[in-house]
C-alpha cells in the first residue's frame, strides 16, 4: 500500500511541475505592444546581461502571443540561400513545442499557419491558412536564423522582415504585468523568488493553461484552485508547508541527476527528452533553469564544459588545447560552433578582436595538424604565428573562470544515441 504523501512532499511536485510554468508566465507577460510587435535581433547579442549565455551563430525573432484573445498568422518565407540554417519554433507555458519548423522541413516549413486557441474556430478569411493549435493562451513565438556575422547582416535582416506573425485582433489583447526592469536572467529570477509571487503567478495560469490533473489535484489539497487566494490568506501552519516544500522543490531541481546526461572528457550534454519532457518536471525545470526555452533535442544539443578533461575548473590564468581528433569534428548535419563564456558571468568575453568562438563556417581558415587533427588554442595570449589565429579562441581577463558550450545543430544518430566521443581539453604546459 502507498504511503499517503505529505502536503510539504506534494508542495515540493508542485513547485518542480510549476517552476518552467511560473517563469514562462513571466516570460510571456507585458503590455498590448509586447504582444503585437515583432522584434527582430538585428545583429549578435554580445553584452546583454539578461541573457544566459547568447549565442552567436544565429539571430533571434520573437513574438509572446496570446491566444485567448485574438489568433495569430504566421507566414513562413521559403529560403532562396537553402544552406542558411533556419528554425521557427512556438512553445507553451510548460515550454512544450506546438509547432517547429524550418531547414529540417520540406521548401523549410514554408506556408501560411493561422494559430489557435484549443477549438477556436478558423475566421472564414483564413480557411486555406495550415491550422495550428495551442491548449494555452500564451505561447512563446521564436525563430532562430543562421548569420555568417557583421558582413552578412544586410542579407540576414531582409530575410527576418520576410515573415509575418501578427494578432488578428490586437485591440482584445490583454496586458499582463511585465518582468521586473532589474530582471537579469531566469536563474536568480527564480531562485529569488518568493512563495507569495510564485503562487500568484502560478494561479494566474489557472485560467487559460491546460494543467496536469494530478498537480491540479496537489493544489486542490494546498488550498490553490481559488485565483483569489492569495498566499498570506492561508492557514499559518500550511504556509509553513508550501514554503519548505517549494525549498525543497528548489534543491531538487538545483541538485538533479538523471538517466538523459551524456558524460564524455569533461563534457556533459542533455540530450534526451529536451523539448518533449513528458511528465519529466523536474528534469524539464533543471533544463529551463539554465537555458532560454532550448530546442528540441533532435534539432540541436548543447554540450557543455566547466573542467579540464582531467576534471580541473578550468582557469582563466592558463592556456588550454582543445584537440579534436582526425574526422573528429562535431557531427553535425547543418552546422556546429563551440563559444567560451566567462564565469561566473555566463557572458561573452568582450575582446577586440569580436573572437567568441569557432564554428564550421571557419574551417577552410583553420590550420590543421598534420596527421588531420585540429588543435583549438584558448587562452589570453593572442598567438605569435598568425596562421593560428583563426584557431585561438580568447579568454577572460576580468573574470578568473570560464565555461564552454558546443552547439550541434542537426545532431548525427551517433551523437543522438551518445556514442560519439567528446573533444579533449588540456592545460598547456
Request: net charge negative.
Amino acid at each position: 500500500m502507498q504511503k499517503e504523501m505529505t502536503l510539504r512532499e506534494k508542495a515540493q511536485k508542485l513547485y518542480e511541475y510549476a517552476f518552467t510554468i511560473v517563469w514562462t508566465d513571466a516570460m510571456t507577460s507585458g503590455d498590448r505592444a509586447f504582444y503585437t510587435t515583432l522584434r527582430h535581433n538585428r545583429k549578435f547579442i554580445e553584452a546583454e546581461r539578461r541573457m544566459y549565455k547568447p549565442n552567436q551563430d544565429t539571430l533571434y525573432s520573437f513574438l509572446p502571443i496570446q491566444l485567448e484573445h485574438t489568433p495569430y498568422i504566421l507566414e513562413i518565407p521559403e529560403l532562396e540561400d537553402k544552406s542558411r540554417y533556419l528554425l521557427v519554433n512556438i512553445l507553451n507555458l510548460k515550454t512544450e513545442m506546438v509547432l517547429t519548423k524550418g531547414t529540417k522541413n520540406e521548401k523549410n516549413g514554408a506556408g501560411k499557419y493561422i494559430i489557435l486557441y484549443r477549438d477556436a474556430e478558423i475566421p472564414e478569411a483564413y480557411k486555406d491558412y495550415i491550422p495550428v493549435r495551442s491548449e494555452d493562451s500564451r505561447n512563446y513565438f521564436i525563430i532562430r536564423l543562421e548569420s555568417y556575422g557583421e558582413k552578412d547582416y544586410k542579407i540576414t535582416n531582409a530575410i527576418q522582415d520576410q515573415f509575418v506573425m501578427r494578432a488578428l485582433y490586437p485591440d482584445r489583447i490583454r496586458e499582463r504585468p511585465a518582468l521586473p526592469a532589474d530582471y537579469n536572467g531566469q536563474s536568480s529570477f527564480m531562485t529569488e523568488m518568493k512563495p507569495d509571487e510564485f503562487i500568484r503567478r502560478l494561479l494566474g495560469t489557472l485560467a487559460d493553461t491546460r494543467h496536469d490533473d494530478q498537480m491540479f489535484g496537489y493544489m486542490r489539497d494546498l488550498k490553490l484552485t481559488d485565483a483569489e487566494v492569495t498566499y498570506d490568506s492561508l492557514p499559518p501552519q500550511l504556509q509553513e508547508e508550501i514554503r519548505a516544500g517549494f525549498a525543497d522543490g528548489l534543491q531538487a531541481i538545483l541538485n538533479y541527476t538523471g538517466t538523459e546526461g551524456y558524460e564524455s572528457n569533461g563534457w556533459h550534454a542533455y540530450i534526451d527528452s529536451v523539448g518533449d519532457y513528458g511528465k519529466k518536471y523536474r528534469y524539464r525545470a533543471y533544463i529551463n533553469y539554465f537555458a532560454v526555452m532550448p530546442n528540441l533535442y533532435t534539432d540541436t544539443i548543447y554540450p557543455n564544459l566547466e573542467t579540464d578533461s582531467n576534471g580541473n575548473k578550468l582557469d582563466s590564468r592558463k592556456t588550454y588545447r582543445l584537440h579534436f581528433k582526425k574526422d573528429g569534428l562535431p557531427q553535425a548535419k547543418y552546422f556546429w560552433s563551440v563559444i567560451l563564456y566567462g564565469s561566473p558571468s555566463e557572458q561573452l568575453v568582450i575582446n577586440p578582436y569580436k573572437k567568441y568562438l569557432i564554428n564550421s563556417h571557419g574551417l577552410r581558415d583553420f590550420c590543421f595538424n598534420a596527421d588531420g587533427s585540429l588543435d583549438v588554442i584558448i587562452g589570453p595570449k593572442k598567438p605569435e604565428d598568425e596562421r593560428y589565429f583563426a584557431n585561438w579562441i580568447p579568454s577572460p581577463y576580468e573574470e578568473d573562470s570560464f565555461t564552454l558550450l558546443m552547439r550541434i545543430y542537426g545532431p548525427s544518430e551517433e551523437l543522438l544515441e551518445k556514442k560519439w566521443e567528446f573533444p579533449t581539453v588540456l592545460p598547456i604546459e
